[in-house]
């Protein structure tokens, strides 16, 4: 894969070492965090400072951003959690409709929420993601700038056809009734303990209690298989097996992406360790040294 097929989620990069180590690793893009609650606690005000200042310096290096809208803040869901949907989606489109003309020219593909199959990141039905969220979300994207993308649905790689949070069945749903929207088709899938048993998901043999579902066929038959797929969570944890484990998987990724051209990009999660956080997920630690995944990540960017 070259520079333009990779990216590192970064979530909110406030350190400058996380835009330094992302350019000199060599990849074309990274995944940002625009968190709705966050960036307007209260109606109609807006703190931009610390998104602003991220995306100047990642675009000074080089990047280009993918930015995921996300997060419902109190005043627009009743003063639940932020993974509740917002009452009303008109709430939400003016967010979405805020950003993406504050970027424009900068920022050209958007995501809509991250993960909504997961109860961690939204507690909601799939009949409100599709009103108030994705609807009303792709569509100000849209309208606010013409040359904008939307990408989604962003669902996690997860569940079975026993569980409420089977990405296939939120996968079909959102695909039948908002396919349109989309001009991107986003996922999440990580599985240990090797890269094998992702592929296997992805485009291979599935279990019977799967019902056959890998993320290919299930493409094909809703009709999208012609419209861009990117991955944008993957990854290995650096405690399931150690450093050199974390390494060797990326290392087994590489060589089975090289014979799957429908799968146009590719997000690695994530460029470091958050401290005090048990799950080691980044590609060099939380004192941001680097570990043998990222040389293997740039090594694969400076093959010939």
């Not at 048990?278 to 093959?303: R, T």
Request: glycine letters at 8%; a neutral charge.
């Amino acid at each position: 894969m070259k520079k333009d097929q990779l990216g590192l989620n970064v979530h909110i990069p406030n350190d400058p070492r996380q835009i330094s180590l992302s350019k000199e690793l060599g990849i074309g893009w990274v995944r940002v965090d625009m968190n709705w609650n966050g960036i307007e606690p209260a109606k109609g005000q807006y703190h931009w400072a610390d998104m602003d200042d991220a995306i100047q310096k990642l675009l000074a290096a080089g990047l280009t951003i993918y930015a995921t809208l996300a997060y419902s803040p109190g005043w627009a869901n009743g003063n639940q959690p932020r993974t509740a949907p917002p009452l009303n989606g008109a709430d939400f489109a003016a967010f979405v409709t805020q950003a993406v003309k504050r970027y424009q020219g900068k920022i050209l593909y958007w995501g809509i929420w991250n993960e909504p199959n997961l109860p961690a990141f939204y507690t909601g039905s799939i009949a409100d993601y599709l009103a108030k969220i994705l609807a009303p979300g792709a569509d100000a994207v849209h309208a606010a700038d013409s040359a904008a993308k939307v990408a989604g649905p962003d669902l996690s790689h997860s569940g079975d056809v026993r569980d409420a949070t089977f990405w296939y069945k939120w996968m079909t749903t959102i695909l039948a009734q908002h396919g349109q929207r989309l001009d991107v088709i986003t996922h999440h899938i990580y599985k240990e303990p090797s890269a094998w048993e992702l592929w296997r998901r992805l485009d291979g043999f599935v279990f019977p209690y799967l019902e056959g579902k890998n993320l290919r066929n299930t493409l094909s038959a809703c009709g999208v298989a012609g419209k861009p797929l990117w991955i944008t969570e993957i990854g290995w944890k650096s405690n399931a097996g150690g450093a050199g484990k974390q390494a060797s998987n990326y290392t087994d990724f590489f060589a089975g992406i090289a014979s799957r051209d429908w799968i146009s990009k590719v997000f690695f999660y994530e460029l470091n360790d958050v401290a005090g956080f048990s799950e080691l997920w980044g590609i060099v630690d939380s004192n941001f040294l680097k570990k043998p995944a990222y040389q293997v990540i740039q090594s694969q960017l400076n093959a010939p």
